[in-house]
């Protein structure tokens, strides 16, 4: 589906759950303010809440589809992630707001009175929320829209809310019980810690996540199986906006591989990943690997396999190349982040084979623990 077309059905469903959303509150908050219900009062706020962040996501969703330019040449994509920042500071604001309140009533309350057609409103909004919640949620799902999927699932968290309010009102009723402020802090503080999930989210995907482990090992799976391809490592992708991942991987080929040879497999990976993952591979780096392995060969790769192996921050190590002519040794470290010290695990290892060969010499390249 192209950006356009994904656009538009974003901006139908928001529009939707907007509409949905005003009439709910607007139903909640009457019946809340002629009852005197906090819990109720404060589920219409977080209802025109939900409407805000629709519009946002609407106007957020526009800007993201702009077309690259000079400037922005990876285009606007990323905007979505600051729409979603956008709408947790909304959602944060309304819960600590209304928690507020809430507060107040506990330390001041009041007698909450209920009519039936109040009831019956609340009980229809309940329905009306999980079927808005399953529709938003299906589409953002579809679409790959973080932010209509999380509009989605709060939908159909509100209906729990809710219902939780209708509960509440029949115990007033039946047993006498009030627990309606009570009942709006509990709200409240489900609607912050909504929020904060939120914005720990898309504050994540404008930092930059660590790559989804099935779609690294996909693209890997992918990248190995064009010919002539004999291991694939060093994957690192950007996340530019929902559907917009660039990224660059290193392939293992033959020592022997002419350079024809060698562009015909980088084009190759890049058009069957794009073709099988929707991920555009702007770099595709080239490790020689050695046809035979001679007796020298042999030794320094047994070795080493010895030493990455006593060393537990060591993950993986790739790329190994003997030039038993020049009497040098290049190969790459993947060191885990919780080593402390990367650098002096890569140089532990460096001085331990230099001392094993001191006839070579040694070149380990630092690699991170990006993607799986």
Known sequence: MDDKARGSQIVRVSIIG????????????????????????????????????????????????????????????????????????????????SLVESIKGILNPQTPSYDTVGLVIVGVAVVVKLVLGRYVSAAGKRLDADALTASGADATFDAIISASTLVAALLYLFCGISVEAWL????????????VDMMREALNKVLG???????????????????????????????????????????????????????????????????????????????AKNTTESGPTYAIRAALDEIVANEPHVLQVHGLYVDEKLKGVTFDLVIAFESGNREAVRLRVVDQMHERFPDYAFVAVLDSDVSD
């Not at 969703?61 to 077309?67: D, F």
């Not at 709006?184 to 929020?195: R, T, Y």
């Open 184 to 195: 709006g802090a509990v709200i409240s503080i489900v609607i912050v810690k909504s929020g």
């Open 209 to 287: 996540e660590r790559v989804d482990a099935s779609l690294a090992r996909g693209i890997k799976q992918t990248t190995c199986e064009v010919e002539g391809v004999q291991g694939a490592y060093d994957l690192i992708l950007s996340d530019y906006g929902p559907q917009r991942l660039w990224g660059s991987v290193h392939v293992e080929v033959d020592e022997n591989t002419t350079a024809l040879e060698i562009d015909r497999i980088t084009r190759s990976i890049q058009t069957e990943v794009y073709k099988e993952h929707s991920v555009i591979l702007h770099t595709v780096g080239v490790y």
């Open 18 to 97: 907007i509409l949905a959303n005003v009439a709910l509150a607007g139903f909640k908050a009457a019946i809340g303010l002629l009852s005197h219900s906090i819990a109720i009062t404060l589920d219409a706020v977080n209802n025109l809440s939900d409407a805000a962040s629709s519009a946002i996501t609407i106007v957020g969703t526009k800007l993201a589809s702009k077309p690259a330019d000079r400037a922005h040449p990876y285009g606007f994509g990323r905007i979505e992630y600051l729409t979603a920042m956008i709408v947790s500071a909304i959602v944060l604001w309304a819960g600590l707001t």
